[in-house]
């Protein structure tokens, strides 16, 4: 089992930044991969960024070039550097981790951006 603690949620003005948390214990693993989804009332979730035990990373086209997705594995611990934030980006986010074909995620945090 992992266990995932998001945190840095909170309410924002367009064009501002926010750095979301995600503490993770348990079983893990440093090649597990680590990621990042969004729900926006009346969406379906959606992945925002991975990133890769290797360090490389991925991101959806709507963020890309705003969004920083890292992991420091000696603290377990992955973030999300979100800048230039848009109302469009309001939604709770959700750390994920994913070991073959288990997957676990935390509670969720809100993210408000007001206009």
């Known amino acids: 089992q992992v266990q995932l603690v998001e945190s840095g949620g909170g309410l924002v003005q367009a064009g501002g930044s926010l750095r979301l948390s995600c503490a993770y214990s348990?079983?893990?693993?440093?090649?597990?991969?680590m990621g990042w989804y969004r729900q926006a009332p009346g969406q379906r979730r959606e992945l925002v960024a991975v990133?890769?035990?290797?360090?490389?990373?991925n991101y959806v086209d709507a963020v890309k070039g705003r969004f920083t997705i890292s992991r420091d594995n000696a603290k377990n611990t992955v973030f999300l550097q979100m800048n230039s934030l848009k109302p469009e980006d309001t939604a709770v986010y959700y750390c994920?981790?994913?070991?073959?074909?288990?997957?676990?995620w935390g509670q969720g945090t809100q993210v408000t951006v007001s206009s």
């Open positions: 348990g079983r893990v693993f440093s090649s597990d991969v």
């Open positions: 994920n981790s994913r070991q073959g074909p288990m997957m676990y």
């Open positions: 990133i890769l035990s290797s360090g490389a990373t």
